[in-house]
DNA sequence: TAGCCTGTGATGTGATCACACACCAGTTGC
DNA sequence: GCAACTGGTGTGTGATCACATCACAGGCTA
């Protein structure tokens, strides 16, 4: 088994018309990386990250590099790349930052967002809570995803916008990649109603703090499972920690 | 003159031992960048910047890349990549954030500074009021920007403080630009005590009103000198807006 | 003189090659 | 038997080349 791309699919990017190459390849990694296809502290690879993608090494280092600056991967110290691996205290200060940023574009989202968008939130949130009846933690995961950035873009705040969406994609491998691995247990779901009744009833500082609420829950949970050190992960042995105590 | 890094001095990285020549490239730009040798709008091309630099083409793509990444450059419809124009209706946005980010970094280091640090805050504090007496606008932005970032560190949260130095990248062109351009006035300086008194009596929330204060402070008077709008802007007439009302 | 048109330079993009370094295993020496 | 050396393989890095595209200036034609 080659050391790169464990689950990324083959996949060929080479034809697709006028968008530049490597724009591509930086979206197909981020996909997959959001996706949990790459296991935290793996290590990404030019050539075989290129030869999986089916072009040069050229486009895939331009992907790595911006990848790479956006935090969403590790620049290790032999200069090899590696997919994140976030500990239970990283996680806790990243919690922190989210609830200083989704809180901010949820308070400016209760006065701002329309009625239609209220309404597309609500279907989105019974989506999340069928996915977690059914324990369906791909859907589950990506309507929650979907569900929250349909609150914080009826912000109207671009650049708070682009910064929630870096940490998310800086969270994401490692909460998916553990959602593939530990049972989902079908909690959660009930932290979202709060926030869509505090936005339809144009509260600010109720629906600051349904998000806040929100993240603090699932991070009381998600920190037993996530792993103290950053040491002897990504061999293969899984995410570590206490998975069951 | 060439299109490209017109304040750019002419510097040769190519002979820097064993880190790698686009990481020097990455710190050359970034430094040019925050120092305001770059005119806001203006475009930043590959091989104006490599013959500037003494490289090839290779390095300077790396380091673009990352600072498109990191939003301290923008990448024209044409792919070229241009200092970014903040408009004022952006660096009022950009202030919220700001304000959220930095205010919890100011309100987590209140219960975590030490003395030692206290008193180099207090060191620095009089450097930037002095710098503000004698109308020195390099040494006031310096000094002003290492002073909250010793407040910011103080907080101990690496995450937080990678975010914050985000912001401060992406406005620093336009501000110390705009700062070269228009006669400083030397007012600010005296928000920067109340941080320094709140830090020092270890109340983390009156800290965080005080850094909110200080932002929203410049904001008010910023505003005033920054474009309204990003078109027709870098064509070497200046930053525009109402520059004398 | 006005409008179009083409040539030219500059731009980003992608591929390919050569090189230095790191890691890992196999071997040789003690 | 164990340690140190040594080879190969894979890695990122940087240079160079070829190509498509775009902007603009200059000249041509109507």
Not at 34 to 44: H, L, N, Y
Not at 167 to 173: M, N, S
């Amino acid at each position: 088994m080659p050391s790169a791309a464990a689950g990324l699919a083959d996949t060929n990017l080479s034809g697709n018309g006028d968008t530049p190459l490597h724009e591509n390849v930086y979206q197909e990694i981020r996909r997959n990386l959001i996706a949990g296809q790459f296991q935290p502290g793996e290590a990404v690879t030019l050539r075989g990250l290129a030869a999986k993608l089916g072009t040069s090494a050229m486009p895939v280092r331009e992907a790595l590099r911006r990848l790479v600056a956006e935090r969403a991967l590790d620049l290790g110290s032999n200069r090899t790349a590696r997919v994140p691996v976030v500990t239970s205290a990283k996680y806790a200060e990243i919690c922190e930052v989210r609830i200083a940023l989704e809180g901010l574009a949820a308070d400016k989202a209760a006065l701002l967002i329309s009625d239609a968008e209220l309404d597309r939130i609500d279907n989105l949130c019974a989506d999340v809570s069928a996915a977690a009846e059914r324990h369906d933690a791909a859907t589950y995961f990506a309507k929650n995803q979907e569900m929250h950035f349909a609150v914080y873009r009826a912000a109207r705040a671009p650049l708070l916008l682009d910064m929630i969406e870096g940490i998310w994609l800086r969270i994401g491998p490692t909460l998916n990649y553990l959602f593939h691995d530990i049972r989902f247990a079908g909690r959660a779901a009930a932290t979202n109603a709060p926030i869509v009744d505090a936005l339809r009833t144009r509260q600010g500082s109720a629906a600051r703090e349904a998000v806040a609420h929100d993240i603090s829950h699932a991070m009381v949970w998600l920190v037993q499972h996530l792993p103290q050190s950053d040491e002897h992960v990504g061999n293969g042995i899984g995410i570590g920690g206490n998975k069951e105590s």
